[in-house]
C-alpha cells in the first residue's frame, strides 16, 4: 500500500518570502501523480498543483513549484514571494490512475502560517 | 479548476434523525465520487467511493447501513446519515474525479451537528 509523509506538522513564513514543505511516499508503482492540496480556514480543498511521474521536468503554477525526486520518492512545494493568503494547510496526495477507483492517499498535513 | 457544489454547508439536526448530503459536479461528468470525513486537525479520511451506477465500496470500518452512498447520475452523489447520532458530528467533504486530468476536485464540505 502507498503511504505519504510530511514530517513537518507546523511552518511560519515571513510575508514575500520564500518557504519549502516536504513531502515523501512510499509506492511500488512506477505510473502515479502526485499533488500538493491546500486548505485555508474556509476548509475548501483547493489543488495547488500536480505532477504526472512519467515526467522528469518539474511541475510549476505561478508562484508555486514543485522538487520532484522520483528515485527519492520525494515531492517538496516551494511557494515563492508568499502571501498572506498562502496561510493553510497543505496536504501532500498520492494517486494510482486507472483501474476504477482512484483513490488519494493523503499525508498528514502541514499547517502553513505567512506573518505579515 | 472545476467546480464541485456541495450542500448543505452546515446542518444541525436531533439525534436519531437522517440527514442527506448533496454533491454535485458542474463541469464534467464524473462516474467515480468520494466521500470524506475530517475530524478537527486531522488529514481527510476516505469513508467510501461511489461509482455511477453501481454499488458504493466502502473503507474498512465504515458503515455502510449508516452512510449510505447514491450515485444515481453522471453529476450527482448523495450521502445520507442514517439515524445520526452525536458522534457523527462531523466535517464530510466529497470530491469528484475528472478522468480526463486525473485530478478530484471537492466540494466546501459540509459541517454536521447532531443535538
Known amino acids: 500500500a502507498q503511504t505519504v509523509t510530511q514530517s513537518q506538522p507546523e511552518m511560519s513564513v515571513q510575508e514575500a518570502e520564500t518557504v519549502t514543505l516536504s513531502c515523501t511516499y512510499d509506492t511500488s508503482e512506477s505510473n502515479y501523480y502526485l499533488f500538493w492540496y491546500k486548505q485555508p480556514p474556509s476548509r475548501q480543498m483547493i489543488l495547488v498543483i500536480r505532477?504526472?511521474?512519467?515526467?522528469?521536468q518539474n511541475a510549476t503554477e505561478n508562484r508555486f513549484s514543485v522538487n520532484f525526486q522520483k528515485a527519492a520518492k520525494s515531492f517538496s512545494l516551494k511557494i515563492s514571494d508568499s502571501q498572506l493568503g498562502d496561510t493553510a494547510m497543505y496536504f501532500c496526495a498520492f494517486m494510482k490512475p486507472g483501474g476504477g477507483s482512484e483513490k488519494l492517499v493523503f499525508g498528514k498535513g502541514t499547517k502553513l502560517t505567512v506573518n505579515p | 479548476g472545476a467546480v464541485v457544489s456541495q450542500h448543505p454547508s452546515w446542518v444541525i439536526c436531533k439525534s436519531g434523525t437522517s440527514v442527506k448530503i448533496e454533491c454535485r459536479s458542474l463541469?464534467?461528468?464524473?462516474?467515480?465520487m468520494f466521500w470524506y470525513r475530517q475530524f478537527p486537525k486531522q488529514s481527510l479520511m476516505l469513508m467510501a467511493t461511489?461509482?455511477?451506477?453501481?454499488?458504493?465500496?466502502?473503507e474498512q470500518g465504515v458503515e455502510k447501513d449508516k452512510f449510505l452512498i447514491n450515485h444515481a447520475s453522471l453529476t450527482l452523489s448523495t450521502l445520507t446519515v442514517t439515524s445520526a447520532h452525536p458522534e457523527d458530528s462531523s466535517f464530510y467533504i466529497c470530491s469528484a474525479l475528472d478522468r480526463s486530468k486525473n485530478i478530484q476536485y471537492f466540494g466546501a464540505g459540509t459541517r454536521l451537528s447532531v443535538l
Open positions: 461511489s461509482n455511477e451506477g453501481s454499488k458504493a465500496t466502502y
Open positions: 463541469d464534467f461528468q464524473a462516474t467515480t
Open positions: 505532477q504526472e511521474a512519467y515526467k522528469q
